[in-house]
């Protein structure tokens, strides 16, 4: 498990990648670690509006390289984007290398490990800077066992029907809910992004497939002692690209209820092979029959992911999903209510 500095003055990277999709990591800190974070650094849109794009951001400058960048006093550089493949764009190498030099932490998600370049290990040993690559594998190797069923915790998996749907998002509002209504609530992330913003997590994608199950356990146990736990879901159990990362998240972590996330208006996979995405119920049929396995559960709601589509088809596609599910249907970031007490109907006895 990688636990992060407590940084309360962030920097996030996008050069030349600003964008919903394109910076979904930039995006996210932004949203969930707005407080956190003092500007965004992007030559290619250095002195514009960063809320033209992320509408929900605070008002941080977006500055044009590391000299620019001190005004703000920043304690570390956080690699903003999340591309397919996880190397490093050649334009953001020099950023990173000026703030190593500067003694600028740098935190990456990337799959290209920062610190095995020996430029950029050799500056940030120079100048007394941490490199932080959160897709390196844990050190420990853990078989799972089922140890998460002993836990007291509820577990609570947010699930998908595709990639970049919108799980973490769930997850975080979820748990933001749960603590709202005075419970115990812990946000486990199992993504290089959610590790950013929760301070500690495992990028599963990275471990190993042998012990990514056992990844997952661990982290479970690490908040055994909680009223409940929600886990961060990754890819989708019926593409071929992410379905072990799944399988693995629903054997680790034994959940005793999911929420399956979607994109509205999606039909086929955003990734190759580009397949069309197997109707809901069928995917909730898979799902709660893979997790069985080792553990009953149910698919108690659907997150919704709105993003780019018009309003009036998403509150189309929302009522027939719930009169096809007969489960809560909802936006995770304005209707997450409903959700929330459907996970508490179906895993926490109410007195």
Request: proline share 7%; charged share 20%.
């Amino acid at each position: 498990m990688h636990v992060l500095p407590p940084y309360r003055r962030i920097l996030l990277l996008t050069e030349g990648q600003l964008g919903a999709f394109t910076s979904k990591t930039a995006a996210a800190l932004l949203r969930y670690r707005a407080t956190d974070v003092v500007g965004v650094l992007d030559s290619h849109a250095a002195g514009t509006d960063v809320r033209t794009v992320f509408p929900w951001s605070p008002p941080v400058p977006i500055v044009a390289d590391i000299a620019a960048a001190r005004a703000l006093a920043p304690d570390a550089l956080f690699v903003g984007i999340a591309p397919p493949g996880g190397a490093l764009p050649g334009p953001m190498r020099q950023h990173i290398a000026d703030a190593l030099a500067a003694g600028m932490d740098v935190v990456s998600g990337l799959h290209q490990f920062l610190a095995d370049d020996a430029q950029l290990a050799a500056l940030a040993q120079q100048n007394e800077a941490r490199i932080f690559d959160l897709r390196r594998p844990p050190a420990e190797r853990t078989i799972a066992t089922g140890r998460a069923l002993s836990t007291s915790c509820r577990r609570v998996l947010t699930v998908g029907t595709d990639g970049n749907v919108g799980k973490m998002v769930a997850a975080l509002e979820l748990t933001a809910a749960a603590r709202q209504r005075g419970l115990r609530a812990e946000f486990l992330a199992t993504g290089q992004t959610g590790t950013m913003i929760a301070g500690r997590g495992v990028a599963i994608d990275a471990v190993v497939s042998d012990f990514a199950p056992g990844a997952v356990e661990e982290l479970v146990l690490s908040a055994a002692d909680s009223d409940i736990c929600i886990i961060e879901g990754q890819g989708s159990i019926a593409h071929p690209g992410f379905s072990a990362v799944t399988l693995a998240l629903l054997h680790g972590a034994c959940p005793d209820a999911m929420i399956l996330v979607h994109h509205a208006r999606r039909t086929h996979y955003s990734a190759a092979p580009h397949m069309r995405i197997p109707r809901l119920a069928e995917l909730r049929a898979i799902y709660e029959s893979a997790a069985s396995l080792l553990h009953p559960s149910r698919v108690v709601g659907v997150a919704l992911n709105p993003l780019g589509c018009d309003p009036k088809l998403v509150r189309e596609e929302t009522r027939l999903l719930a009169q096809e599910l007969r489960i809560p249907v909802c936006d995770a970031i304005c209707g997450c209510t409903a959700l929330l007490d459907a996970v508490l109907a179906n895993t926490i006895p109410l007195c």
